[in-house]
Structures are given as C-alpha cells and as structure tokens.
C-alpha cells in the first residue's frame, strides 16, 4: 500500500501533534520562502540516477563503481578509499545486478519499495579467508527498493547475500526470497561478520544471520534464524523466537525479543514524482508502540524546490545561509572540509546524507549542531570524521542539559523527539597517526530532551591506513555522552576510546541494543586502574535491552572490574535502572573482565568466552 501523502509547500516542517496515545495531528508548516532550488537538482558526478529502460548501462556504471570501491583483492579494497557515490534507481524494474562496496549507497527512488525491483543487491565478504570474513565490511547502505534474488549462497536458492558488519544498514527493503547476513566461502568456518542493523523491512522467506556476532532487526515484517552473541529483536511481526538469555543449551541462539517500538518515525528519503523526472523529499510520521514496516502512514512530501542540495565543495557558511533561509539540507557524497559546524536551529529542519558524505572536522569545533529548542529536527546518513585539531564533540545536539524541551515526554510540540539516524563517527582510520594523529574529546553528545537515536557505530580506529594503531594514538575519550532526558536509542555501537565508551547522565533513557569493544592498546593504569568501563549510567533511572561489552586487550594484560557500571547510588537502591539480557565477551587477548555489571555477572577471560546477566536488579 503506498503511503498516504501531505503534500508541503513551505521549506520548513513544523512538529506533529503527538499526544501521549499516539494520535497525529496534521503537520503544519511555516517559515519564510526562500527563493526556490533547482528540481530536478545539479547533481555531482559521485550522484547516478537510473532509468530502468538502460540494464547495460546501468550494469557497467555499477561495475565500474565496485571496481574501485570493493572486492576481496586485495582484502577489504576500498576500506579507506576517498571515494563516494550513491546510486539511484528510478521506479521500473532493474535487470542488473549490485555489488556494494565502501561509501556506496543504493537507493530505490520510489514512493514504496515495491515501486523499485533490482534484480540481486550483493555484499559479498571483504575478504574470504574465514578469519577475516567480513569483519571489515563497513560504510555502506542499501535502502528502498524490492528484490527477488536469483542467487544461491550458503546453500540456500533465491537469496540476497549482506554479509557486513557496523555502518551498513538495510532499511525499506522488501525481499521476495531469503537474505543471509554472512557468507561462508570455504574451510572450516563461515566468514566472521559484525554487524549490523536492519529496519522497515520484508523478507518473504527466512532472514539467516549464520556467524554474525550480533544484530538489531527494527520493525520488519520476516522468519529470524539464528545468533552468535547477541540478537535484539524489536517492534516486528512474522515470525520471531521468543527471548533466550545466553546460548546454552548448546544451539540455543541469545536472543533479546521486545514486542513494540516505544516511538520511531523512519528515516526520510528521497523519492520522485509521478513523471520520474522531479525529487522529492519523504518525511515518514511519528509513531507510538509501533509494530512491523510502514507502509500506509501519512507522510510529508517536500518538493525539492525546498531543498539545499549541497555537495563537497560548498562551505560551511553557504550551507548555513541556505539552511537559516529555511531550507532543508542534502548532503550529496564526498568530503566536507568544514572549518565551523553545520547549524540547524529551525524546527522540522531534515538533513539527509546519501552516498556517506564525510563531514570533517577542519579548525577544532564541531561538524554539526542542533540548537535548543528545536524540536523534530531529522538528521540521517553521515559520517562524522574528527581532523588533526581537538574537538570537545563531532556532532552536538542541544547546548545544555535539557534544551528547553520537556523532560521525559513526546506530547508536546516543542517536545516533538528529534531523530539521529545512520549516524557513523570515526576517529582515525584514514590517516597515519606515525605522521598525523587526528582527535577529538567524544564522538556524539546528546544535551537535549527527547532525541531517538537509531543506528548509530562511533569508532577510534583499531586500524587504518598506516596499519595497526598502537599506544593510545589518535586519542578519543568517549563515543557517546547522553545528558538529556528521554534519549532512546535503537542500534548503538562504540568501540575502542580510552575511557568511558559511554557516559549515560540523563533521566528517562532506554536503549535497544548496545555492542562494544573496549580498547586494545591502552594498559592497565590507563584503563582499568581507572575504572572505566564499556557503559556507564549516572542517570536517576535507565532501562537497557540487550548490552554487550567485549574485550580483546591486545597489546597489553588490562583487568577492567565490569562493562557495565552503574553509578548512582540512589537509583541502586530504588531499582530504577534495569537491565535485561546483558553480556560480556572475551574475544582474545589479554586481561579479563571481571563482571557482567557492577559486582554481578561471572568473569571472562579465555577466547569465545562469554558471560549473561539475565536481569539486573
């Protein structure tokens, strides 16, 4: 069923009427106009668009795209290639077949998924040595379309391969077969996979996840099989397994079921109109307790005459000037030098990236900043990528704890929840750090009330370009700090900063889905002498689903004494943070970590070696 449509004409969304049953009222808009933008836009040459009337061109401009970004010869080809692109696909069907590598979105530019078909969307592993497998899979999406795939992996017809791990989402995807989420290719094992992330999505037959370590599958519609160390499960329909903490009995997947979605509204996206040639900007609604895709709520349509489309080489003062005149912002593949942040203090304002531009931190501040007060501002697809001057955070959303929204709540218009989606953070990875370290104090900090967070991986580099990364280099203290109240996130991964991965202070959080690696180059008096830990909670009260910290101290024995550290006395006594099915891991090396959370939960400290807490208190 195609959505229901409000068609908006002024530039800027203003809030949707939310009242706490989950009734919507229409949108309404508001704003001076700017003068208008060109539709169908200029696009840079890292944007194709696709007729399907063209299979052949199509076919080789793909190719030609995964030639420099992807495949396994060398390893992982393209990790850290400076290269971006996103891919098109008009409505029709499309005879060709996708292979997705780094910095590579594909995206269906329909009303619906079905609009689009493509005939197989490929994500073969990085590397086929089972060791390596695709561990490394990173930067990359695939969104909006249908596909009945006419491949076989892993012995099973009709499938569609992804085998990924952090920062490649699926989202409104319909699957007229299976899909596997790893590949094995030969030996003794399947390749190992990380991931990952996946949402708004059908999957007619069964979705296999084989040897990835952990996911979070967002309000789909699909047949789940399997699990390794942690699968969260959250808001579908078909059929889904019920809650297991741990793996034992042996063949016993650890899986983390919750029925409904508190409050999500999908990503926005791009679409065009009936006659194919003019773009649109799609605005999905709020949604309270929401279960499977969605398919027929109202959304917002905004002409793209309303829409910024900016590309690599416009400055941050231009993007400002257009977004204050009440634009909303597209941000089209490549690298953005910014030397001050992108500013969005206008409520309803969308910033949507496609094709993974990379907004670096050029002169020491910021990337991007949301001002207080702006409610239901949507910010999706960007790669946050910190530069050789310290910056106390890449993205910034709110000035001060509480940003002038009420706590807590979504009820109100000013308390509309803001959106972070398929938000992906980097410190080092493309650098040197023996020539030019590159750092930053936290990678996300959160001040504001009521802002959902949905897939989000915040990475120090582990690796890069100039190999392994050792002694502290390329120095990042936090991936995420939440001080506001009410902050949900769905899909959170943060890996590898020297202190606290996370630091959670504000009231009335939930997260669904944490996954972590503690850093593998720090000692034990940098570390765990400390006391630092994978998530820290200060907040009076909390609930988590699903909370993994891992450990592979690789250069030096750390004893870190939990993953999870709850530091507030007065919510210890009350019981007022809870936590469900959370877990350790020894992946290898050194050291241990000596409990699940807090004192409870027993030690790991041999390769594989896993730990459940199934209920805290």
Same mark, same amino acid.
């Given at each position: 069923?195609a959505?229901?449509?409000?068609t908006?004409?002024?530039?800027?969304?203003?809030?949707?009427?939310?009242?706490?049953?989950?009734?919507?009222?229409?949108?309404?808009?508001?704003?001076?106009?700017?003068?208008?933008?060109?539709?169908?836009?200029? &696009?840079p040459?890292?944007v194709?668009?696709?007729?399907a009337k063209?299979?052949s061109?199509?076919?080789?401009a793909?190719?030609r795209?995964?030639?420099e970004?992807?495949?396994?010869?060398?390893?992982?080809?393209g990790?850290?290639?400076?290269?971006?692109?996103?891919?098109?696909?008009?409505?029709?069907?499309?005879?060709?077949?996708?292979?997705?590598?780094?910095?590579?979105s594909?995206?269906?530019? #329909?009303a619906?998924?079905s609009d689009?078909t493509?005939?197989n969307?490929?994500?073969?592993?990085?590397?086929?040595n089972f060791?390596?497998?695709?561990?490394?899979?990173? &930067?990359?999406?695939?969104?909006?379309f249908?596909?009945?795939?006419?491949?076989?992996?892993?012995s099973v017809?009709?499938?569609m391969? &992804?085998a990924?791990?952090?920062a490649?989402?699926?989202?409104?995807?319909e699957v007229?077969?299976?899909?596997q989420?790893?590949?094995?290719?030969?030996?003794?094992?399947?390749?190992?996979a990380?991931?990952?992330?996946m949402?708004?999505?059908?999957?007619?037959?069964?979705?296999?996840?084989?040897?990835?370590?952990? &996911?979070?599958?967002?309000?789909s519609?699909?047949?789940?099989?399997?699990?390794v160390?942690?699968?969260? !499960?959250l808001?579908?329909?078909?059929?889904?397994?019920?809650?297991h903490?741990?793996?034992?009995?042996?063949?016993?997947?650890?899986?983390t079921?919750?029925?409904?979605?508190?409050?999500?509204?999908?990503?926005?996206?791009v679409?065009?109109?009936?006659?194919?040639?003019?773009f649109?900007?799609?605005?999905?609604?709020?949604?309270?307790? +929401?279960q499977?895709p969605?398919?027929?709520?109202?959304?917002?349509?905004?002409?793209?005459?309303?829409?910024f489309?900016a590309?690599a080489? +416009?400055?941050?003062a231009t993007?400002?000037?257009?977004?204050?005149?009440?634009l909303?912002? =597209?941000?089209t593949?490549?690298t953005?030098? =910014?030397?001050?942040?992108?500013e969005?203090?206008?409520?309803g304002?969308?910033?949507?990236?496609? #094709?993974?531009?990379?907004?670096?931190?050029?002169?020491?501040?910021?990337? =991007?900043?949301?001002?207080?007060?702006?409610?239901?501002?949507r910010?999706?697809?960007?790669l946050?990528?910190?530069?050789?001057?310290?910056?106390?955070?890449?993205?910034?959303?709110?000035s001060a704890?509480?940003?002038?929204r009420?706590?807590?709540?979504i009820a109100s218009a000013?308390?509309?929840?803001?959106?972070?989606?398929?938000?992906?953070?980097?410190?080092?990875?493309?650098?040197?750090?023996?020539?030019?370290?590159?750092?930053?104090d936290?990678?996300?900090?959160?001040?504001?009330?009521?802002?959902?967070?949905?897939?989000?991986?915040?990475?120090?580099?582990?690796?890069?370009?100039?190999?392994?990364?050792r002694?502290?280099?390329?120095?990042?203290?936090?991936?995420?700090?939440?001080?506001?109240?009410?902050?949900v996130?769905?899909?959170l991964a943060?890996? +590898?900063t !020297?202190?606290?991965?996370?630091?959670?202070? #504000?009231?009335?959080?939930?997260v669904?889905?944490?996954?972590?690696?503690?850093?593998?180059?720090?000692?034990?008096?940098?570390?765990?002498?400390p006391?630092?830990? #994978?998530?820290?909670?200060?907040?009076?009260?909390?609930?988590?689903?699903?909370v993994?910290?891992?450990?592979?101290?690789?250069?030096?024995?750390v004893?870190?004494?939990?993953g999870?550290?709850?530091a507030n006395?007065t919510?210890?006594?009350?019981?007022?943070?809870?936590f469900h099915?959370?877990?350790?891991?020894?992946?290898?090396g050194?050291?241990?970590?000596?409990?699940?959370?807090?004192?409870?939960?027993?030690?790991?400290?041999?390769a594989?070696?896993q730990?459940?807490?199934?209920?805290?208190?």
């Amino acid at each position: 069923m195609a959505p229901r449509l409000r068609t908006v004409t002024s530039p800027v969304l203003l809030v949707l009427l939310i009242s706490v049953s989950g009734s919507l009222a229409a949108p309404s808009v508001g704003g001076g106009e700017p003068n208008p933008e060109p539709n169908p836009p200029v &696009w840079p040459d890292s944007v194709l668009v696709f007729d399907a009337k063209d299979a052949s061109s199509t076919q080789n401009a793909v190719n030609r795209v995964f030639a420099e970004q992807g495949g396994h010869k060398p390893a992982w080809h393209g990790q850290f290639s400076s290269a971006r692109w996103a891919l098109l696909f008009k409505p029709g069907s499309h005879a060709v077949d996708v292979n997705v590598g780094y910095y590579t979105s594909v995206v269906g530019l #329909g009303a619906t998924p079905s609009d689009t078909t493509i005939r197989n969307v490929i994500c073969e592993n990085g590397d086929f040595n089972f060791t390596g497998g695709a561990l490394d899979n990173f &930067w990359r999406s695939a969104e909006n379309f249908a596909t009945a795939p006419t491949r076989a992996y892993n012995s099973v017809p009709n499938s569609m391969l &992804w085998a990924v791990s952090q920062a490649a989402p699926l989202r409104r995807v319909e699957v007229n077969g299976n899909l596997q989420l790893y590949e094995y290719n030969y030996g003794g094992a399947a390749g190992y996979a990380s991931g990952g992330f996946m949402a708004d999505s059908r999957v007619s037959g069964t979705i296999y996840s084989g040897s990835q370590q952990q &996911w979070i599958l967002r309000n789909s519609d699909a047949r789940w099989n399997g699990g390794v160390y942690n699968i969260v !499960l959250l808001g579908n329909t078909g059929t889904m397994p019920a809650s297991h903490c741990g793996n034992k009995p042996a063949g016993t997947p650890p899986i983390t079921t919750v029925p409904s979605t508190p409050v999500i509204a999908e990503k926005p996206y791009v679409a065009v109109d009936g006659s194919h040639e003019k773009f649109q900007l799609r605005v999905p609604p709020v949604l309270l307790n +929401h279960q499977g895709p969605t398919r027929d709520a109202e959304e917002a349509v905004i002409d793209f005459s309303s829409v910024f489309v900016a590309n690599a080489n +416009h400055s941050a003062a231009t993007i400002n000037a257009k977004l204050a005149s009440g634009l909303h912002l =597209l941000l089209t593949p490549g690298t953005y030098q =910014l030397d001050a942040p992108i500013e969005v203090s206008r409520p309803g304002t969308v910033v949507l990236g496609i #094709g993974f531009p990379t907004l670096v931190s050029a002169n020491g501040t910021p990337v =991007l900043v949301v001002a207080n007060g702006a409610g239901g501002v949507r910010v999706a697809g960007v790669l946050l990528e910190a530069g050789a001057t310290r910056t106390p955070t890449l993205l910034q959303w709110g000035s001060a704890p509480g940003g002038g929204r009420r706590p807590g709540g979504i009820a109100s218009a000013a308390g509309e929840p803001g959106f972070l989606y398929d938000c992906f953070a980097r410190v080092g990875g493309p650098n040197d750090p023996a020539l030019r370290q590159v750092r930053a104090d936290s990678m996300v900090t959160i001040n504001s009330d009521n802002v959902v967070l949905d897939n989000l991986w915040l990475w120090r580099a582990d690796h890069g370009v100039g190999g392994v990364v050792r002694d502290s280099m390329n120095p990042c203290l936090h991936g995420l700090v939440v001080r506001g109240s009410g902050v949900v996130a769905y899909g959170l991964a943060v890996e +590898h900063t !020297l202190q606290d991965l996370v630091q959670w202070s #504000g009231d009335q959080g939930r997260v669904f889905f944490f996954q972590s690696e503690l850093p593998y180059d720090v000692t034990q008096a940098e570390f765990g002498a400390p006391g630092y830990t #994978g998530f820290r909670v200060s907040a009076p009260s909390l609930e988590a689903w699903g909370v993994g910290c891992y450990s592979f101290f690789r250069d030096h024995a750390v004893s870190t004494s939990s993953g999870i550290v709850v530091a507030n006395t007065t919510a210890l006594a009350g019981g007022t943070v809870k936590f469900h099915n959370s877990l350790s891991v020894f992946l290898n090396g050194l050291g241990n970590i000596e409990h699940v959370l807090n004192s409870e939960g027993a030690s790991v400290d041999a390769a594989g070696e896993q730990s459940y807490l199934c209920e805290f208190p």
